[in-house]
């Protein structure tokens, strides 16, 4: 990261203030949430699309069923700890007050 000294002179004092200005570039990686949240989320619905295409008196349908409820519930209740993780951990007084 460059940084520039600037040093800068006041009627007041004799002596120079001196600071740094840094500039930082920050870039967005626009497929990172195209292969994190678009590609997994077209997959699981593609083969949810794709169980109903079994035939029904397949034993295979009742567990691709069940692995899909599992996969669900896995997914929802990690959504809910990730949460919870992160409200606790960016709390502070500033945000948040204590109880008596």
């Not at 034993?59 to 919870?84: D, H, R, W």
């Amino acid at each position: 990261v460059p940084g520039k000294r600037n040093e800068i002179y006041y009627n007041c004092c004799p002596e120079p203030y001196i600071d740094i200005t840094f500039a930082i570039i920050i870039r967005r990686r626009t497929l990172y949430y195209f292969f994190n949240l678009i590609v997994p989320c077209v997959l699981i619905a593609s083969m949810a699309l794709l169980g109903f295409t079994l035939p029904p008196d397949s034993g295979e349908k009742l567990s691709l069923g069940t692995y899909f409820n599992c996969i669900m519930f896995m997914v929802a209740s990690s959504v809910v700890s990730t949460i919870l993780i992160l409200n606790y951990h960016h709390r502070n007084a500033d945000t948040h007050e204590m109880s008596d």
